[in-house]
Every structure is written in C-alpha cells, then in structure tokens.
C-alpha cells in the first residue's frame, strides 16, 4: 500500500521512522495528530508530506484554523503549502476529502512523468550517487522522484550502481538503500563526507537529488548536504540532476525558510552533557551547479525555469 492512505475517515501512514526494521503503519484520526506526525518525521518527504497535509485539513472540523498548524509543521517544503491551498477550495468536508485524494492523483501523475522524462536523460550513466530518500514512500505514490528516475532505468533494463550517503542526522538513507534492495538495485551506503572522496576518484558519472523548494531563478533548498554535493560535481565536471514535480515550485519570490530541528538528532548518546549542536535540517543550492531540473512537465536548465512559471500560471 502506498507510505500514505485515506481508510475509514482516518490518514493512514507508514512509519518512517521505524523503517527499515519495522513497517508499522499509524492511523491518525484528527489534524493535530497529522501535524504532529509530519512535524515528527513520522511522514517525510515533500510529495508525501503534503498528502499527508492535504487529508489533514480534509478531515478537519475547523480548516481556516487547522490550515496554519499544518503549514508550520514543517516550513521548507513547499509542496505542504500548494496541497494545502489546493484542498481548502472545497466548501465542505466531503468536497475536501475528493480534492485531497485528486491531490495524491495528481502527485502519482506527476512522479510518473518524472520517472519516464529523467530515465531517457540518465541512460548513458550506470554509476549514480544520490542524497536523502527519495522514493515512492517519500512521495505517497507508485514513483519517488530522484529515486523514481533509478527505477524506471532499472525498469529498461539499465545496468546500475548507486551510491547512497547516509543523510545523517536522520540517516535517511538507510531507507533508500532499503527501499533500492526491493527493486534489485546494488547499491553501495557511504557517509556524507565520503562523497568527495568517491566523486573525485571518478566513481561516480551523475548526482541525482529531489527538492524540498525550488525558486523562480532555479537555486533549490534540500535536505542538508546538498550544496556541498553541487560544488564537488561542478569541480569534477560531472552532471548534477534535480527531480521534483511542479508542486516543489515556488515562484512567490519569498526568501526560502529553512528549518533548524532539535540539537538531539545530532547529539543523540554519542556527545557529553555540555556540548551543543547546530542541526539545519535542509541548505540552498546555487541554480548555477544544476545541470537539468528533471521534472512532470519536462526537463529544463536551470535558465529555463521561469518558464516552469508560465506553465504553473496557465
């Protein structure tokens, strides 16, 4: 089943955070219980987070209030707000409740197209290195996005190798590579820093990436670790790929909001009681270190997103 379902008049999600050892699902009968779970992490993902977000607001009793709790449960992503502005159109519960499920229709769509469009621009790469998680449970549907792409690649018939970087502090990773097993993909897990090491060894032939955020001029907020990645394929002269649908735009022109989560993500036991941390939960790329933005409506260079723009406003 999908990482996030409408059953019985309740969100169903997949835990992710007792993956990749437990598939445990919550049923979240109430908004505040869906804000919570997103704010949590119990739901990750852009894509999926704002599936999550728009059943929410559908099975609240007091949606104009309910809209702004869910908006602050996480304030990178964008696709929380689209979801949300999408769904509090319908006058009544049950009005919400189908614009939220057209919603999620709209997202498998969307992946899908991202899937076909990214595997026709990545087929000559067999070595691919990719940051976070990235796939059909980040994004509630059949395809993820940066990882939907390698599936569809592994579904031509593609010989593949991926690389995965840990994602600490969340250790997203362990999921993707989980989730890369069951697709028969090998992969190999490596440790954020390592990434340089294997780049520049000539290891890797293309970085592939999701998006939390995407601006008007192209430069992009994910998850934290991204940049550095950009800047070593723009040193190593390696293609740097971004997949995300056009719910990840954001062409408002407001400053990206990153979100700065608990010191204890990083500290965990491994720290004594004085130190402190710093914990950015996502950073800024430059459009200038992506190579093409991969997405439903097309593939374009970082130059050509504001016509990403003229479509979103047709």
Same mark, same amino acid.
């Given at each position: ?49 704002? %599936? ?37 159109? =319908? ?13 999620? =229709? ?90 340089? #090491? ?28 991204? #940049? ?9 002269? %390696? ?28 500290? =965990? ?19 200038? #270190? ?25």
């Amino acid at each position: 089943m999908p990482s996030v379902e409408f059953v019985e008049n309740q969100v169903k999600i997949l835990d992710q955070r007792k993956l990749p050892f437990k598939e445990e699902y919550l049923s979240l009968k109430s908004t505040a219980e869906v804000a919570g779970a997103i704010k949590n992490m119990a739901v990750r993902g852009a894509p999926a987070i704002g %599936i999550a977000a728009a059943y929410g607001l559908a099975i609240s009793a007091n949606p104009k209030d309910d809209y702004g709790l869910l908006l602050s449960a996480r304030p990178t992503a964008v696709d929380l707000k689209n979801a949300l502005d999408f769904v509090e159109k =319908g006058k009544t519960s049950e009005e919400r409740k189908q614009l939220a499920s057209s919603w999620q =229709g709209k997202i498998s769509e969307a992946c899908a197209s991202i899937a076909e469009n990214g595997a026709s621009l990545l087929e000559k790469y067999k070595n691919i290195l990719t940051h976070c998680n990235t796939g059909a449970i980040a994004t509630g549907v059949e395809y993820g996005t940066a990882l939907g792409v390698i599936k569809k690649l592994k579904e031509a018939g593609k010989e593949l190798s991926v690389y995965v970087d840990e994602t600490r502090p969340r250790m997203q990773g362990a999921i993707t590579s989980w989730e890369l097993n069951r697709l028969g993909i090998p992969n190999s897990v490596i440790v954020d820093s390592a990434a340089g #090491y294997f780049i520049s060894s000539g290891k890797v032939d293309a970085v592939i990436v999701g998006a939390d955020r995407i601006t008007a001029n192209g430069d992009f907020a994910n998850k934290i670790g991204t #940049y550095p990645l950009a800047v070593l394929t723009k040193e190593n002269s %390696i293609p740097f790929f971004v997949a995300a649908p056009l719910s990840s735009f954001d062409f408002s022109g407001k400053r990206i909001e990153l979100e700065m989560r608990d010191e204890k993500e990083i500290l =965990g036991d491994n720290y004594a009681g004085c130190t402190s941390a710093l914990n950015p939960a996502f950073d800024v790329t430059p459009a200038k #270190y992506v190579t093409r933005f991969i997405t439903d409506k097309g593939i374009f260079s970082p130059e050509g997103v504001g016509s990403i723009g003229r479509i979103h406003r047709g």
